[in-house]
């Protein structure tokens, strides 16, 4: 996502590269409706004719981006004070519903047509001017959709690009089943439309599957947590590193919480201002708003020696689990393990699973076990 410093040193979004490939959109799939729809209705071609009610939905889709962009880029408030720019998944929501629905229609149109069969198009010249020219239009924005997705990383822009690609394909077939028809005399429009009825309805399925799990609340990108991890481990006195997590209300305003370790005899000062530090460099150099959580690490022979024996028996018995946050206390006599075990999400293990094994194999500590999933 392109950046750009404000007050704060906060990232923002380029929201306006969107907006104005928005309105391109909008203007050339607003003329493809009409053209098409004009020859399909004269040429009396379903393919053609489903064609422009998918240009229809195109220039839905435009104006949803351009509102959605709009809404988008306003700034925080009381209500909403992480800002706005969830929008732009509720605008690649809505048009994945709106393409659908489209899809939906035109198929049904499409598989009467192959059964009732309705007569074959009749194909004039101006029927190849105009699909010709709809190939090189839709061309013409994949290309300005693809180069605003490599500027902003917005997720309206990439399934427009997508849908712009596979457009052209759409498009071509209606104009083979055209060119069929007048070289041939074959009558296959009912089968060409049903084509691109499914396409559309494959695109918006898959346009609507990604613009439901950034608002779910998907997992970030590996590339993101190693960098954040790399930057953290970077710093004298850290000594460790977990939990990191990262979610994010747009591209451009991601939040990350972590578990920094550093060592149990350092003072609460030191620490605070190692972290602060952190988060400072993070937000300047990553765009990342970061929050961190100190865990002492005891470095004593014993407890180092401890750790290392319960860190090898969880990984060799339950495949690979592995230890952070440990530490030892005596707390009224009694000798405590504090740890956290890291375990896959399809392990059925639980902490009281894990809490028997550890007793079972070094009964003088009372264990305290948390899980974290992997």
């Known amino acids: 996502m392109k950046r750009e410093e404000g007050s704060k040193n ?37 393919a053609v004719t489903a064609d422009a009610f998918n240009n229809l939905s195109d220039g839905a889709s435009s104006a949803i981006t351009v509102a959605g962009y709009k809404l988008a880029s306003r700034p925080a408030d ?23 629905v489209i899809g939906a229609l035109f198929l049904k149109e499409s598989v009467v047509e192959i059964f009732q069969n309705k007569g074959a198009p009749n194909v004039r010249f101006y029927l190849y001017i105009v699909l010709g020219l709809s190939v090189a239009m839709k061309g013409a924005q994949a290309a300005v959709y693809g180069v605003s ?26 104009l083979l089943s055209a060119l069929l028809w007048d070289v041939t005399g074959r009558d296959l429009d009912g089968y060409f439309g049903t084509a691109i009825s499914l396409f559309i309805l494959f695109t918006a399925v898959r346009v609507l599957k990604e613009s439901i799990s950034p608002l779910l609340g998907s997992a970030p990108l590996d590339s993101l947590v190693s960098a954040v991890r790399e930057k953290i481990l970077s710093y004298p006195g850290v000594l460790g590193v977990h939990d990191i997590t990262i979610h994010s209300y747009g591209e451009a305003r991601a939040y990350a ?20 530090r952190i988060e400072r460099d993070i937000l300047r150099d990553l765009g990342v708003r970061f929050v961190a959580h100190v865990d002492p690490k005891q470095e004593e022979r014993s407890a180092t020696d401890l750790e290392a024996l319960i ?3 969880l990984f060799d018995k339950f495949a690979g689990a592995s230890v952070h946050d440990f530490r030892v206390t005596r707390e009224q006599g009694d000798a405590r393990v504090y740890l956290d075990a890291e375990i896959p999400w399809e392990s059925a293990l639980t902490a009281e699973d894990l809490t028997a094994a550890l007793k079972a194999f070094d009964p003088d ?4 076990v948390n899980v974290d999933r992997k």
């Open 365 to 368: 500590f009372t264990y305290i």
């Open 257 to 276: 919480v972590a578990h920094i370790e550093v060592s149990a005899s350092a003072t609460l000062t030191d620490a605070h201002e190692l972290v602060d």
């Open 311 to 313: 860190r090898a028996f």
């Open 78 to 100: 009381r209500e909403h004070p992480f800002g706005h720019a969830r929008f732009e998944y509720v605008a690649a929501l809505v048009i994945a519903v709106l393409m659908f």
């Open 149 to 174: 997705y490599k500027r902003t990383g917005s997720l309206p822009m990439k399934a427009a690009a997508m849908d712009s690609v596979g457009d052209m394909f759409a498009t071509s077939a209606a």
């Open 10 to 46: 906060e990232p923002k979004a380029d929201f306006s590269v969107g907006v104005h490939a928005g309105i391109f959109g909008l203007i050339g799939n607003a003329l493809l409706f009409a053209a098409k729809l004009t020859v399909g209705i004269l040429a009396g071609s379903i």
